[in-house]
């Protein structure tokens, strides 16, 4: 489902108050915000996918908006939830493998 | 390898499912709670795991970094350790592992907070008509259209909730509630429990132990919020009149359609500013006032700790529920429990830490010995003894109380 343009442009307004900079460069910043972004993405993605998988495999076929509609059961989205740890393990492997010593 | 294995923190075993975040279909439904699409749903329940990870995880990297690095470096530059937070912080801001994991943790907060309000919006005239059709059924919604918000709700949006509390975008608008109580469940990821009502359950749980079978007849909250604590209390005392007030109209407006839809018909909501609430000279026998304070100001905490005294009936109990103080804590874990203070947008929460809370509900006029500093606490949902602590957003609570004698109490 797409969103409406005004709806989109309303709903980019960012809170009031400032914006932190963590890193010397401020272009690291905004990386960084695009990755968290796109991590989330493509989880939810990845998601969609699985649960298409499993409506699929549960009904043999795809009637339109049956995927909207559909709520994992609690151990599904147990599963699921795994599914974004993992995902986020292989995204942000680098930042846990990282030496504090080193 | 072997380096490698001891710098990634473990994971708990695949049966222990206690510390992942809950979908968001596991929330308390009402009629007026926002639809949710698939991919919304999910990206909330990310959103929930990226917190859980960065707290779970990623945190022991920082804590591990902030002893092997960042201290050494301190005491290099300084000849001695850092001797308070504000020089440690400094310390940290200038560590790799620091300012990754804030990053990660600002844009997550950020993006989850862009959703909800996406989310709210791409259906509001829906929820607009819900709610009004639900606060046609009843009298426990009182607007103040006059009102001027404080100050610091305005110019700084409490938790990077885009609007704010109090922006009202017209027409019986409910986006600022609707917003709030899908980022609350997101954000803990439902350890509040099914209602968000954590703190709500916490105060009832601490009467229950302090106070046992006492009944306040007339209970205020003050900054209510939607209502989510207050419904906590109205509901454990159903036969209590139950007022709460809050600032933002579409805070109360959707926050007495939520409550009408869950039968919750003890509780009224004002919109008024909590420092001179349009109660005129209506006496409680209990005002709280539940996280509100660290959202205010200084000068604000003075009026608020007023107004529980001038509006406390005498027998009366005025309970304050709060971030634990930073006081005799390590400098790290200070610096973790002030970082919402710094970097998300919480105006009162680092300065709050440097004031005697209880000092100033003696000096809104509580006797000395009828204040009383203490803590409350009520389960998080999958919470296991000795998991890592989210500081700031789980834990038990510091609670400031204050009473004021009956009459006859006085005079003998």
């Known amino acids: 489902m797409s969103l409406d343009k005004d709806v989109l442009i309303q709903g980019t307004e960012p809170a009031a108050g400032p914006r932190p900079q963590f890193f010397d460069d401020p272009a690291m910043d905004r990386v960084w915000d695009v990755l968290v972004a796109l991590t989330t993405e493509l989880a939810v993605t990845r998601t969609r996918l699985d649960s298409l998988e499993r409506i699929l495999a549960e009904q043999g076929g795809l009637p339109a908006g049956v995927v909207d509609a559909w709520v994992a059961d609690e151990a599904t989205a147990t599963e699921q939830a795994l599914a974004h740890q993992e995902l986020l393990t292989r995204v942000f492997r680098g930042l846990l493998q990282e030496k504090p010593s080193a | ?176 509630g609707a917003t709030y109580e899908l980022g609350v469940y997101a954000v803990l990821g439902g350890k509040s429990g099914p209602a968000s009502d954590r703190a709500g359950r916490a105060t009832v749980a601490w009467l229950q132990e302090h106070r046992p079978g006492w009944q306040p007849k007339r209970i205020l909250d003050l900054g209510c919020g939607i209502g989510a604590n207050t419904a906590a209390i109205a509901r454990a005392f159903p036969d209590a009149e139950v007022v709460g ?15 009408a839809s869950l039968g919750i018909d003890n509780l009224r909501f004002v919109q008024g500013d909590v420092e001179q609430p349009p109660l005129g000279d209506e006496k409680f026998d209990l005002v709280v006032s539940l996280m509100v304070l660290h959202e205010t100001s200084r000068a604000a905490l003075g009026r608020i700790f007023e107004t529980s005294q001038r509006h406390l009936a005498q027998g009366g109990l005025t309970f304050h529920l709060e971030q634990p103080p930073y006081r005799d804590k390590p400098l790290i874990e200070q610096c973790l ?76």
């Open chain 2, 1 to 176: 390898m072997s380096a490698v294995r001891e710098a990634l923190s473990p994971i708990p075993a695949a049966a222990d499912t206690g510390w992942l975040p809950l979908p968001m279909n596991t929330m308390e439904q009402h009629a007026a709670l926002p639809t949710l699409e698939h991919d919304e749903r999910v990206r909330y329940q990310v959103a929930a795991g990226m917190n859980t990870f960065l707290a779970q995880r990623l945190l022991p990297a920082v804590q591990r970094a902030a002893v092997e690095r960042v201290e050494p470096a301190l005491e290099a530059s300084l000849g001695r350790p850092a001797a308070d937070r504000h020089e440690y912080r400094r310390g940290l801001e200038r560590d790799l592992t620091w300012q990754l994991w804030s990053r990660l943790r600002r844009s997550n907060m950020e993006m989850v907070q862009q959703a909800a309000r996406l989310t709210t919006l791409r259906q509001l005239p829906d929820l607009v008509a819900t709610c009004r059709a639900l606060n046609a059924g009843h009298d426990r919604l009182t607007l103040e259209p006059s009102l001027q918000p404080p100050g610091y709700l305005a110019r700084l949006h409490s938790h990077l909730m885009p609007g704010g509390y109090v922006t009202d975008l017209g027409e019986d608008d409910v986006a600022a």
């Open chain 2, 245 to 259: 007030v809050e600032a933002g109209a579409a805070m109360v407006r959707y926050g007495a359609a939520r409550a």
């Open chain 2, 337 to 412: 429990r002030d970082w919402d203070g710094r970097y998300n947008n919480e105006a009162f929460w680092s300065s709050m830490h440097e004031t005697d809370l209880a000092e100033a509900l003696r000096r809104a006029g509580f006797a000395p010995d009828h204040v009383q500093e203490t803590e409350a606490n009520a389960p998080q949902v999958g919470a296991k003894p000795g998991s890592q602590e989210d500081y700031g957003r789980g834990g038990a609570w510091y609670v400031v109380t204050g009473e004021k004698p009956r009459l006859e109490q006085v005079r003998a």
